[in-house]
């Protein structure tokens, strides 16, 4: 289907009241689906907030997708945010603690003011407020706020994903060894500042996309928990700074291999109670409940390889080991390498085609920021934007209504109307994956006198015609450079990885 994200951005909060680098400090990585593009160590939230957001910016004007993922809780068990507020929601939640939080540049705070209040007010019906945790030396300083867990909580002491997530601490809790209270209490207040500043771009997860079925917003602000996830220290490296590296990485390659949309979907074991309780009020924490991520004990079903870049790593082992690429150039061995990697068939170099120096040409062209023309949405899906040059154009138009117009007046396919619509041929980069009739309306345009494409990815998948218009690209490319797989076999995997590995090797 395709990434659904270009960048990907990992926050590890803090919620210390003085500026603070190093352990336990904010950390933010920046990973754009190709690479690690840096990681920063804020000393303070207001400042980590302000690049924040100026990624997110950069992000829109770039026309870019981003998730950002924070590591604190997003809401309340079920049935506190109608005593906090008086409305059962989360964005009432939100709205109050960024009106009542006070962030100062320097770190200085006032959540546990806040949280004492809270616990005499809202909570004023329970012998002990939920909130609790403080430091040993600030004992009276807060009234209401104890420095020892409760005996009761008001509705539950932990949100189902905290369940879920096991190891995941109480958002009850202040103080003390792997608190995240406080850090969920100002990081709320913040995300409600920067929810408003991207208003209408900005999609909160699962709130607001209810988990998979809208992720249409540019920005998806997400939450994290780093421990479900292996993180690999390097020598000498703060932890902290390892978990945004490895998930900002890890969250980019799970997205490419299409499997970022399951660890945002609605867990299958999840009921609809629970459900409605995590859509409007208690949030829910990427990846809990999918058994995929959890470490291998006695009772997993299959014993199987769950670390990303090892299925790469082994991936593409075996491809090196059972493909002779010594007998391409080393783009086209690139190429080759990629293609054999969509479709998982190592036999489909007997059937491969091209031109010489068609990788090379294809190279010339990115660089040169070509018009990528596709023949249908999932071919344009596949490619990966953040890898392509910030000026080359990804092109479909078989959604365009004039090509469903046109399709019936001619009485040809909506696909090859398409073509009709493509307008700037010359040096282009055309990439066909699904419609033969495209590929022959395009060779048919090409004589025409409509330009001449740089390269041409032709591989359509089908019984009728698919044989049939690539021998006819093979035979007469009209001046283009060409790529192609001979016989049935094809698709738009396979045709948006040729292009995916040209754009790889301009970095």
């Given at each position: 289907?395709?990434?659904?994200?270009?960048?990907?951005?990992?926050?590890?909060?803090?919620?210390?009241?003085?500026?603070?680098?190093?352990?336990?400090?904010?950390?933010?990585?920046?990973?754009?689906?190709?690479?690690?593009?840096?990681?920063?160590?804020?000393?303070?939230?207001?400042?980590?907030?302000?690049?924040?957001?100026?990624?997110?910016?950069?992000?829109?004007?770039?026309?870019?997708?981003?998730?950002?993922?924070?590591?604190?809780?997003?809401?309340?068990?079920?049935?506190?945010?109608?005593?906090?507020?008086?409305?059962?929601?989360?964005?009432?939640?939100?709205?109050?603690?960024?009106?009542?939080?006070?962030?100062?540049?320097?770190?200085?705070?006032?959540?546990?003011?806040?949280?004492?209040?809270?616990?005499?007010?809202?909570?004023?019906?329970?012998?002990?407020?939920?909130?609790?945790?403080?430091?040993?030396?600030?004992?009276?300083?807060?009234?209401?706020?104890?420095?020892?867990?409760?005996?009761?909580?008001?509705?539950?002491?932990?949100?189902?994903?905290?369940?879920?997530?096991?190891?995941?601490?109480?958002?009850?809790?202040?103080?003390?060894?792997?608190?995240?209270?406080?850090?969920?209490?100002?990081?709320?207040?913040?995300?409600?500042?920067?929810?408003?500043?991207?208003?209408?771009?900005?999609?909160?997860?699962?709130?607001?996309t209810c988990f998979t079925e809208?992720?249409?917003?540019?920005?998806?602000?997400?939450?994290?928990?780093?421990?479900?996830?292996?993180?690999?220290?390097?020598?000498?490296?703060?932890?902290?700074?390892?978990?945004?590296?490895?998930?900002?990485?890890?969250?980019?390659?799970?997205?490419?291999?299409?499997?970022?949309?399951?660890?945002?979907?609605?867990?299958?074991?999840?009921?609809?109670?629970?459900?409605?309780?995590?859509?409007?009020?208690?949030?829910?924490?990427?990846?809990?409940?999918?058994?995929?991520?959890?470490?291998?004990?006695?009772?997993?079903?299959?014993?199987?390889?769950?670390?990303?870049?090892?299925?790469?790593?082994?991936?593409?082992?075996?491809?090196?080991?059972?493909?002779?690429?010594?007998?391409?150039?080393?783009?086209?061995?690139r190429v080759v390498t990629r293609?054999?990697?969509?479709?998982?068939?190592?036999?489909?170099?007997?059937?491969?085609?091209?031109?010489?120096?068609?990788?090379?040409?294809?190279?010339?062209?990115?660089?040169?920021?070509?018009?990528?023309?596709?023949?249908?949405?999932?071919?344009?899906?596949?490619?990966?934007?953040?890898?392509?040059?910030?000026?080359?154009?990804?092109?479909?138009?078989?959604?365009?209504?004039?090509?469903?117009?046109?399709?019936?007046?001619?009485?040809?396919?909506?696909?090859?109307?398409?073509?009709?619509?493509?307008?700037?041929?010359?040096?282009?980069?055309?990439?066909?994956?699904?419609?033969?009739?495209?590929?022959?309306?395009?060779?048919?345009?090409?004589?025409?006198?409509?330009?001449?494409?740089?390269?041409?990815?032709?591989?359509?998948?089908?019984?009728?015609?698919?044989?049939?218009?690539?021998?006819?690209?093979?035979?007469?490319?009209?001046?283009?450079?060409?790529?192609?797989?001979?016989?049935?076999?094809?698709?738009?995997?396979?045709?948006?990885?040729?292009?995916?590995?040209?754009?790889?090797?301009?970095?």
């Amino acid at each position: 289907m395709g990434a659904l994200f270009d960048n990907y951005l990992i926050v590890d909060w803090s919620a210390a009241n003085a500026p603070k680098t190093g352990k336990d400090s904010i950390w933010i990585a920046l990973s754009d689906g190709a690479d690690l593009q840096w990681i920063k160590n804020s000393p303070t939230r207001n400042e980590a907030m302000e690049l924040i957001a100026r990624v997110c910016r950069e992000t829109l004007n770039n026309g870019k997708r981003v998730f950002a993922g924070f590591d604190f809780a997003f809401g309340y068990p079920v049935g506190s945010a109608l005593k906090l507020t008086g409305d059962a929601g989360w964005k009432a939640v939100w709205s109050m603690l960024e009106r009542r939080i006070v962030d100062c540049d320097d770190n200085r705070n006032n959540s546990y003011e806040l949280a004492a209040v809270m616990n005499r007010t809202a909570f004023s019906d329970l012998p002990e407020g939920p909130f609790w945790g403080h430091p040993h030396q600030h004992t009276g300083r807060y009234p209401g706020l104890q420095p020892t867990k409760p005996t009761s909580f008001p509705t539950r002491e932990f949100r189902h994903a905290e369940r879920a997530a096991k190891g995941a601490k109480s958002v009850w809790q202040l103080a003390y060894n792997g608190t995240v209270g406080r850090q969920a209490m100002m990081g709320m207040a913040h995300l409600e500042r920067l929810r408003a500043e991207f208003d209408g771009a900005a999609g909160v997860w699962p709130f607001q996309t209810c988990f998979t079925e809208d992720l249409s917003k540019p920005i998806c602000i997400a939450e994290i928990y780093p421990s479900l996830f292996p993180v690999t220290e390097q020598p000498g490296e703060v932890r902290d700074a390892a978990q945004v590296r490895t998930l900002a990485t890890q969250f980019a390659e799970l997205d490419a291999a299409d499997l970022l949309r399951p660890l945002l979907s609605r867990p299958a074991d999840m009921g609809d109670e629970e459900a409605d309780a995590v859509l409007t009020e208690e949030g829910w924490i990427v990846g809990a409940g999918h058994r995929r991520l959890q470490p291998s004990s006695s009772e997993d079903t299959f014993d199987y390889q769950r670390d990303p870049a090892e299925i790469y790593t082994q991936s593409f082992a075996t491809i090196e080991n059972e493909v002779n690429l010594s007998a391409y150039s080393p783009p086209m061995a690139r190429v080759v390498t990629r293609l054999v990697h969509a479709c998982g068939m190592t036999d489909i170099v007997d059937d491969l085609a091209f031109s010489d120096g068609a990788a090379e040409d294809g190279l010339v062209a990115l660089q040169s920021n070509c018009n990528i023309y596709c023949d249908v949405e999932m071919v344009k899906a596949g490619i990966i934007t953040s890898a392509l040059p910030a000026d080359c154009s990804l092109v479909c138009t078989l959604n365009d209504p004039r090509a469903a117009e046109l399709g019936k007046r001619t009485l040809t396919t909506r696909s090859a109307a398409a073509v009709e619509l493509w307008d700037d041929l010359d040096g282009a980069i055309c990439v066909i994956g699904n419609a033969p009739t495209a590929l022959f309306r395009l060779l048919e345009r090409i004589d025409e006198g409509a330009g001449v494409p740089a390269l041409i990815v032709g591989i359509p998948v089908g019984f009728v015609g698919a044989v049939e218009s690539k021998q006819a690209l093979a035979e007469n490319p009209r001046g283009s450079r060409y790529f192609t797989v001979h016989g049935r076999r094809g698709g738009s995997a396979m045709a948006s990885s040729v292009v995916n590995a040209l754009s790889g090797q301009l970095r």
